[in-house]
């Protein structure tokens, strides 16, 4: 039986200092984790209105319902790098690295195009949605901060965007920095990073795989 919740993950934008930047959804949601029906994921966010009429039929449900959006793109700097299955790949493996007890989140992938920031940039990004069943509001977004951060290192980012959301309406948001060390890693060790990123993409695909069946 699939648990109900209400979340959002369509168009979105944030002001951050003044400048606004925006997650514009071009594809379909995916289930990375757990189980969401059909009915639940509309095929492209990009159509889903403000009132959020998806989900009125789960309105009623009492109580608060926590979620997290993190947004993260797929360049390294100016250059495209990151599929959309190497983001899944790494954000699902540092979810389990920080829940070694797994509360039971569900994890939904949507891709699309996020635009804005200092130097108006427009790439290719993927936005990942966390819902939350069990812990407490305090622990869940510990646990996102921790992720938001693992992302952002693992794959070479500047900053990801963490959005909290409480039955699908954002109360906090922020621009999370890499905690890499500067300067940038050398050329070659970065060759190297992106490398294990890719050999941990081929692994978590086959594992998706057997799952899947």
Same mark, same amino acid.
């Given at each position: 039986?699939?648990?109900?919740?209400?979340?959002?993950?369509?168009?979105?934008?944030?002001?951050?200092?003044?400048?606004?930047?925006?997650?514009? #959804? $071009?594809?379909?949601?995916?289930? @990375? %984790?757990?189980? *969401?029906?059909?009915?639940?994921?509309?095929? /492209? =966010?990009? +159509?889903?209105?403000?009132?959020?009429?998806?989900?009125?039929?789960?309105?009623?449900?009492?109580?608060?319902?926590?979620?997290?959006?993190?947004?993260?793109?797929?360049?390294?700097?100016?250059? #495209? $790098?990151?599929?959309?299955?190497? @983001? %899944?790949?790494? *954000?699902?493996?540092?979810?389990?690295?920080? /829940? =070694?007890? +797994?509360?039971?989140?569900?994890?939904?992938?949507?891709?699309?195009?996020?635009?804005?920031?200092?130097?108006?940039?427009?790439?290719?990004?993927?936005?990942?949605?966390?819902?939350?069943?069990?812990?407490?509001?305090?622990?869940?977004?510990?646990?996102?901060?921790?992720?938001?951060?693992?992302?952002?290192?693992?794959?070479?980012?500047?900053?990801?965007?963490?959005?909290?959301?409480?039955?699908?309406?954002?109360?906090?948001?922020?621009?999370?920095?890499?905690?890499?060390?500067?300067?940038?890693?050398?050329?070659?060790?970065?060759?190297?990073?992106?490398?294990?990123?890719?050999?941990?993409?081929?692994?978590?695909?086959?594992?998706?795989?057997?799952?899947?069946?």
């Amino acid at each position: 039986m699939a648990h109900e919740h209400i979340f959002y993950a369509g168009p979105a934008k944030w002001n951050f200092d003044g400048r606004v930047v925006e997650f514009i #959804p $071009t594809g379909p949601l995916r289930v @990375i %984790k757990g189980h *969401v029906p059909d009915f639940l994921l509309r095929k /492209n =966010p990009a +159509d889903w209105r403000e009132s959020r009429d998806s989900f009125r039929h789960v309105a009623d449900v009492p109580g608060d319902l926590f979620s997290a959006r993190i947004v993260i793109g797929q360049n390294v700097g100016p250059e #495209p $790098t990151w599929t959309p299955d190497d @983001i %899944k790949a790494v *954000v699902f493996s540092i979810y389990e690295k920080i /829940n =070694p007890k +797994d509360p039971g989140m569900t994890l939904i992938q949507g891709e699309g195009i996020f635009r804005g920031g200092e130097y108006l940039v427009s790439e290719k990004s993927s936005s990942i949605s966390i819902l939350n069943f069990k812990l407490k509001k305090e622990e869940f977004e510990d646990r996102m901060f921790q992720l938001a951060h693992g992302a952002a290192d693992a794959l070479l980012q500047e900053t990801v965007i963490l959005d909290l959301q409480n039955r699908g309406t954002s109360y906090f948001n922020r621009q999370i920095a890499s905690k890499l060390p500067e300067p940038k890693m050398d050329p070659k060790k970065m060759v190297n990073h992106i490398q294990r990123v890719k050999r941990l993409t081929e692994k978590f695909v086959e594992r998706f795989k057997k799952e899947a069946t």
